[in-house]
């Protein structure tokens, strides 16, 4: 053999506590869940598993529609399925933009021939119903794309009634809740969402590799009629008869990952034993008592309105003197917690603490804290 | 709530043996691996899980080209990478068709705009190097897609010398191992394949869900140099950079799914601690086993030449009066054994049997010999 077989060398490896914006530590039945025994991808209980989880995206998204399904993919291909099966080459969308995942959502839909336009506002602040109209209303795009959570910046953008603005000049409106789902009140139909995706690794606890998505029957019928093509593993045509979202098919279209199917159940499990209320509710209260907590520490919110603070992440600025990769590194060596500086916008200008999903207590609240204020006080004695 | 939180109904649910041409039952180690420590996407731990998983490609792919990685997605999504980022719109593919994954490769090419030129031969059989010349020297295609296995008729491809005679004329040569990989000899550089990818769910024993793929420094020279947009999930630039794949980035541009990549990782040090050689070898010895006892049979082969056979997938022939999905579903509910009826051109002509991975045992054949013969002798017994 020319190249002969490599070694594996194993390392020890102690699970941190992962406070990032991103991905959280796993739900002790979603970790079980993993080992659920592998399905033949057309057997019953694959099929039960199936119509579980698309209960479930229903229950999460809040949406009677029944075009709700998951991708077997990360966030970012629940984004590029939102934005393929919905603009065509050509049309327009229009990305109200804060953050990075607006310029991953400018740079697939670039790629795909889509025109876009890039609407800006400050990035430590949110858009106003006002001006988002104000921009539907000028360039009357096929869709509008926004971050209902956003991990780069920390913010939360306000929706409620963006639907009907969008519906008013034609526009669909696609909403992107990776980082906000499960942590934050989210209405898919009350909102007038045509499209949503989420990934699992953020408050649902689990694995990233499967990411739901749900259209709204205005996103089904363009779907439908669509004179485009779109990719093959992302056609949301083909996904809804493996999915059997009309109740008819059952049609083999790729094989999906039996691990990330039992987990991705589990998660919604668990979050429907909880119930959205309890969870949305856990999730302020954590982050209320986390801010209380920091308010004996000298650290600044990067976003100055606390209504526009997203409660799954927060962004945090250090006085002067302190370095952002020195504190990330000293939590993560010292006290095996991981936080991430700034992204983007917020590079060098804060840091990104995600507490969220299992996350969300006030034990880890706690920990944190004391993490962050042992960081302060280590090393600005160490600079002295 | 308008959306009430669903009830999630726990089933009974013990794992057949799984037999049919995929997926293959999981290695004890490769489920352990699922449940390890989940990291960040940022972490040592990570960089060095992708680094032993990018050697272990190398050895099983038999490959010392740099860009090897793994697509965070199905078979089919390695399927689409592959050709989507060497083959642009208007430019063209031959698909060397004999069954239905290159029905598969020709939708996704269709979709991309690309040229496609089917060439195809009878289900049963499989190509000579000779007739593929001639194809590729009348078309003198940009690349030719052509499975080494094919699950849907039971049949290897014979690729040695394939890679000199598409490179006379210019063509690449981009190969599908999903069902051969670590079941058959497979040589990447010696062949001159120019593309392949495979999958974890058959000869690796792994989970769907993370497809490994391996371009040549040909190949890797028509990326750099194309002229035309691939998908963003699917883009081997961006791709390579978060794999490090020549030694300087660790960019993000997914997250990726922790217990997959623990899993791959498992899958690939298992077959390096076995080494490919003694995997072919006791796949061969199985196999062989296995026509041995189905000799007892009335039982035929649908593939006439024994050399044109794949090792890790029998599509077997019954005699007349049996009812293929009867014989499917016996199997399933006395025996809890998984195996498969024809698909596409092999629907309704063939049983598919799949013996591969850790299931390659003699154990194994014989359970599923005797399954095969209870079959046979009880629905005789009850059309009588």
Redesign the interface.
């Known amino acids: ?9 194993e ?1 020890e ?4 506590l ?1 406070c ?1 914006p ?2 959280c ?2 739900g002790p039945s979603v ?2 869940a ?8 057309l ?1 019953e ?1 694959f099929f ?1 598993a199936l119509d ?1 989880i698309r ?2 995206i ?2 999460v998204f ?3 529609s029944n075009l709700v399904l998951a991708i ?6 629940g984004m ?1 399925t939102v934005i ?1 099966n919905l603009v065509g080459p050509k049309e327009t969308l229009l990305i109200a933009t804060r953050g990075i995942w607006d310029e ?1 959502a400018y ?2 839909a ?4 889509i025109k876009t336009i890039v609407y800006r506002v400050p990035y430590n602040t949110t858009f106003t119903l006002e001006e988002l109209e104000r921009q539907v209303e000028l360039y009357r795009p096929t869709a509008m794309f926004i971050t209902h959570g956003d991990s780069s910046t920390g913010t939360v953008q306000n929706l409620e009634g963006l639907g009907d603005i969008c519906h008013k000049y034609g526009t669909l409106l696609l909403v992107d809740t990776v980082v906000s789902l499960g942590g934050v009140p989210f209405f898919m ?2 909102w007038g969402v045509d499209a949503v995706y989420t ?1 699992t ?1 953020k408050a649902l606890s689990g ?4 990411s739901p998505v749900a259209f709204s029957a205005r996103a089904e019928q363009k779907i439908k009629n669509r004179k485009h ?7 949301i045509n083909l996904l809804a008869q493996q999915w059997n979202c009309y109740g008819n098919t059952r049609s083999y ?8 199917v039992w ?1 991705l ?1 589990e998660c ?2 668990q ?3 909880e ?3 309890k969870s949305w509710e856990r999730h302020a209260k954590t982050s209320r008592y986390f801010y209380e907590r920091l308010q004996r520490l000298p650290i600044e919110f990067l976003v100055p309105n606390p209504e526009h603070r997203l409660t799954t992440v927060a962004t945090l600025v250090l006085p002067n003197g302190y370095n952002y990769n020195d504190v990330v590194k000293y939590l ?1 060596e010292k006290h095996n917690i ?1 936080i991430f500086p700034g992204l983007g916008p917020t590079a060098g200008k804060s840091l990104r603490i995600g507490i969220m999903g299992v996350n969300s207590t006030v034990a880890v609240a706690d920990a944190l804290a004391d993490a962050l204020a042992d960081a302060l006080q280590t090393l600005v004695k160490s600079s002295l």
């Open positions: 053999m020319s190249i002969p077989p490599p070694n594996f060398v390392r490896f102690k699970e941190p992962l990032g991103g991905p530590n796993l970790r079980e993993l080992t659920k025994p592998v399905f033949s991808p057997c209980q039960s579980d209960a479930g229903k229950y809040q949406t009677k077997s993919g990360s966030g970012h291909s590029e393929t991953r740079d697939i670039k790629r795909l021939g139909d009350a990934s690794q694995p990233a590799g499967i093509e779109t990719s093959f593993y992302f056609d279209h790729h094989t999906m990952s039996p691990p990330l987990a159940r919604l499990r979050l429907s034993i119930t959205l209320e993560r991981i």
